[in-house]
Every structure is written in structure tokens, then in C-alpha cells.
């Protein structure tokens, strides 16, 4: 059965790849100078693969440091800014700071970096610096569509498209983006859904930090909040701030603008089952192979649908954390007291939800059910170039390969091998390079552990931020930070075979 579905999926992706032009690489579009100076390539290039919607990453430090991006905004003259905020305080390529400080970068092409430093867990300024660099960009095509698929004008009236494809194609598992045309700002989402009526589509993005203009280039604001947003078809943009690191609301807010709608349809329909975990279409062995693999993932709930933040397979079954979700009243709006709404989802129809204010330890409830859940694979080529043993050596492929693909740009993927039958999934929030050795930092993901009855996966309690760097060395470090306070636990270091899986 297992090897029938990989020959399925191999027919299925080549058969999607070419019809769909999901074949697309990263490229290298322009390399900025400390001054803006356009050193190879053009802003103008890197600024229509913005205003399509593709994907963006940029390194820095002499090409030692890769990371993607969460937002981009237009500042005139072919600038763009953008801001890159997966990164803990780390004392080296691959060990931490036993203090943890986020460490948010806004990068623009106009040379101007600013970082900007706060405590993990506490509203502690740790510091900014305000510097310059040189840079390079990189771009990879949504697909072979360079329109958006739906464009509303500020009263939610139609002005290009159809909604209800845009609809379709987020029920069919496609990604979205959203661009702003009036001041060219442009954002993913973490979690989107239709209404009832197929009439709306609305998506949400909790991962912005507030900033404000300078000169021809953004920078943070000095008393840095998280800036969550809703965007909807309706022309409603809905916006709520909370001091980073406690709970402390900086306000709620909404606004009518035009939108523009731009779908990834580079995903394909690998597995549903009904609330008991039984088949309802596709395979099991497929989704198990995809996700071994590499490729990304998107759950579907209703019609509600989102792409998780990290995956785990245990005996055969797959779970996802979603992680990426502030409460709502509707689809439009943000309630007025937010929490945070973790999940974690499971193929035996197991969901378990927990709801912790945003910036404390104040839980608001748990809750456990059963669902019927569609899981979506991408359909992009991703490629196993090294694998390496729980000491660090070279079992397939080899660093150099791994250190050249990073180099060009490759999102990055590891697939840890922490038991015989458990594996967990993650992405490389940002890489370094130092000499021939690559590691991967990953932020997002709260403690978790195998639970019990059939159950793979659940939260533990009390919840803490696991942060972990990976690295071709061997060694995988982790340090906890409790939810909702400047409070660790002690740092672990383990070690194991990973797969290091790039597209």
C-alpha cells in the first residue's frame, strides 16, 4: 500500500507540476549595496514579484544568514521594506542566549536594517540597532498566474475577478495573499475561511510588529505591539494591538480599503477523513509520504483553513499544531479580549484546542472533540539533499549541496527522526552558515507530548515555547519559555538523524 501511494503521488505531483507551472525555482532578483545601490539586478523586478504576490526571501551577513519574510510594504522609488520576525537571541550559529530576546529585523532595499530586541515573555526593551547592509533578494512565482484572482474596492464591490473563485480555490487548499494597492502593503495568512453564504472570504495574520515611516525606509516603533489583521472581501480591514510580551491592548480598530487577492494553487487534495479518522478520499500512506518528504501542509475544517505551524507522525498518523490564531466574534472581526486558539489536529479525527491570553499565563479554557479534517499537500518539487546520523555524519547527499541550495535561496525543511515510529516536522524559521555547517532555527512550536487512547499528540500543561536550533553537527538545542512570562526551563540538547529537505 505504502509504495503504491508514493508512485501515486510521484504520477500526481508530476501531472500538477507541469499543468500548473509549480515547477518554479527561487531566484536570485537584486543585490542591494549598504547605500540602496542596485549591486546585481533590479529593485523594479523584485518589486513586481511583491505586487504578485510570490514569495520573498533575502539573506545577509556576507550570504551567512537566510530568513523569509512576513510583510512587505512599497516606500517609493522602487524601495520595499520588510519585516522578518522568526528569530530568538542565540550566542553563536547554532546555541542560544540563556536570556531569549526576539530578535525582529526590518530590511529594506534602500540598505536601512533595524533590529529590534524584546525579552521573551515581558514587555523589556533589550535593546535596537540601526544599521545598514548589503542584501540579497530572492523570489520564487506563486504559480503561472500573475493577476489576482479577486480585487474589492473599498465598499467590498467587485472591481476585477470573481469572489467566487477566490472561494473555491481557498476550499480547494490554495494559499492566499493580500496586497493593499492604495500603499502597496502586502501580507500572507495564517488562517482563512469562507462564510456561510460563499459570498466572503476572510483572512487572518497575527504576525506584524508596529513600525512607522522614516525618511525612504520603515523602521519598528519605539514601544514595539503585535499589529493583528483581518482582511476581508467586504473591503473591512480589522486590526488588533497588544503590547509584546504582556497582555496590554494598544487598541482595536477598522478600516474600509481596496484589496487585491492572489492564490497559490500549487496544492492538491491528499486526505480527508470523517470525525472517527475513517477514509472519506484520498490515502492515508500518501499524506504520511508527503509529509516525510517535505512537502507542506493545509488542514481544512469546514470552512475553515489553515497551514500548520509544525507536524508530527506517530504509528502512522499525522498531527498538526496550528498555532497561528487569535480569537474572533466572526470571520471579520477579532474579539475585543483576545487569546491565543492553539490546536492540535490529528488524522484520527482528534482535536484538541487551548486558549491562553495573548502575552500571559491566563488560561481561558480547553477543550477536546472529534472532527472531520481534509489535509492538503503542496505540490512543488522539494529534494532530500543530505540526511546526517545523530552524530553528524553524512549519510546521503552531502553539506556542500545543502550549504549551495541555501545559498540560492531554498526554504528549508527537516524531517527529525526521534524514534522508530516518530517523527517531527519542521521549518527552518531562519538558517546560518558557519564554514561547512548549516543551522536551522525554529520558533514556532509549543511543548507537546504523545498522549494517550489512540490520542498522538496533545499540549502539555503548563505550555512553553519550545525553541530549537538544528544543526549538521548532530545537535539539536532547545530552550522553553513558559507561555505568558520570562520564565525557562532548563536547555536541553539532543541529538538525532535528520533529513535537511530544501525547495
Not at 86 to 102: L, R, T
Not at 254 to 273: G, Q, R
Request: net charge neutral; proline share 2%; glycine share 8%.
Amino acid at each position: 500500500m505504502a509504495q503504491l501511494a508514493k508512485i501515486f503521488l510521484t504520477v500526481l505531483f508530476v501531472v500538477k507540476t507541469l499543468s500548473s507551472g509549480c515547477n518554479e525555482k527561487w531566484k536570485t532578483i537584486v543585490k542591494t549595496g549598504k547605500n540602496g545601490e542596485e549591486k546585481y539586478g533590479s529593485k523594479r523586478d523584485l518589486v513586481n514579484h511583491l505586487v504578485a504576490g510570490d514569495d520573498i526571501r533575502f539573506s545577509l551577513n556576507n550570504g551567512t544568514y537566510f530568513t523569509s519574510i512576513q510583510s512587505a510594504i512599497l516606500t517609493g522609488n522602487e524601495n520595499v521594506c520588510v519585516q522578518a520576525l522568526f528569530h530568538i537571541s542565540k550566542s553563536g550559529y547554532n546555541n542560544f542566549q540563556s536570556d531569549a530576546y526576539w530578535w525582529f529585523l526590518n530590511v529594506c532595499t534602500s540598505g536601512h536594517v533595524h533590529m529590534s530586541r524584546w525579552s521573551v515573555g515581558a514587555h523589556t526593551d533589550r535593546g535596537q540597532t540601526k544599521t545598514t547592509y548589503d542584501i540579497t533578494w530572492f523570489a520564487r512565482s506563486r504559480s503561472c498566474q500573475t493577476q489576482p484572482i479577486f480585487c474589492n474596492l473599498e465598499t467590498g464591490g467587485r472591481k476585477c475577478g470573481d469572489v467566487s473563485l477566490l472561494a473555491n480555490s481557498v476550499l480547494n487548499g490554495a494559499s492566499v495573499k493580500v496586497l493593499n494597492p492604495q500603499n502597496g502593503y502586502i501580507t500572507s495568512f495564517t488562517n482563512i475561511a469562507v462564510s456561510g453564504d460563499g459570498l466572503s472570504v476572510a483572512g487572518q495574520y497575527p504576525w506584524h510588529v508596529s513600525q512607522s515611516t522614516v525618511n525612504n525606509h520603515v523602521e519598528f516603533q519605539s514601544n514595539v505591539y503585535w499589529w493583528a489583521t483581518i482582511w476581508s472581501t467586504t473591503g473591512r480591514l480589522e486590526m488588533s494591538r497588544w503590547n509584546v510580551g504582556e497582555h496590554t491592548s494598544r487598541g482595536k480598530s477598522s478600516m474600509n480599503t481596496p484589496m487585491e487577492w492572489f492564490v497559490d494553487d500549487c496544492w492538491t487534495l491528499a486526505y480527508s477523513h470523517n470525525s472517527s479518522g475513517h477514509e472519506t478520499d484520498g490515502s492515508l500512506d500518501l499524506l504520511v509520504g508527503a509529509v516525510l518528504a517535505g512537502r507542506k501542509v493545509r488542514v481544512k475544517m469546514g470552512s475553515y483553513i489553515v497551514e500548520p505551524e509544525n507536524l508530527y507522525i506517530r504509528n502512522g498518523h499525522v498531527s498538526a499544531q496550528l498555532l497561528g490564531h487569535l480569537s474572533k466574534n466572526t470571520i471579520f472581526d477579532f474579539q475585543t479580549d483576545v487569546y491565543w486558539y492553539w490546536q492540535i489536529v490529528s488524522t484520527t479525527g482528534d482535536v484538541e484546542t487551548v486558549r491562553y491570553n495573548i502575552g500571559s499565563t491566563q488560561n481561558r479554557g480547553n477543550s477536546a472533540d472529534k472532527q472531520a479534517i481534509s489535509w492538503f499537500i503542496e505540490t512543488r518539487p522539494w529534494s532530500n539533499v543530505l540526511s546526517t546520523s545523530s552524530t553528524g555524519s553524512v549519510t546521503h547527499g552531502s553539506k556542500a549541496d545543502l550549504v549551495t541550495s541555501v545559498q540560492a535561496g531554498f526554504q528549508l525543511r527537516l524531517v527529525v527522526h526521534e524514534a522508530v515510529d516518530s517523527f517531527s516536522i519542521i521549518e527552518a524559521d531562519n538558517i546560518a552558515i558557519e564554514n561547512s555547517e548549516v543551522a536551522a532555527q525554529s520558533i514556532r512550536y509549543i511543548s507537546d507530548e504523545n498522549g494517550s487512547s489512540g490520542i498522538p499528540r496533545r499540549f502539555k500543561t503548563p505550555p512553553y515555547w519550545k525553541f530549537s536550533l538544528t544543526s549538521t553537527d548532530g545537535n539539536q538545542r532547545a530552550v522553553w519559555w513558559k507561555v505568558g512570562e520570562h520564565t525557562s526551563l532548563p536547555a536541553t540538547t539532543e541529538k538525532y538523524p535528520v533529513d535537511w529537505i530544501v525547495g
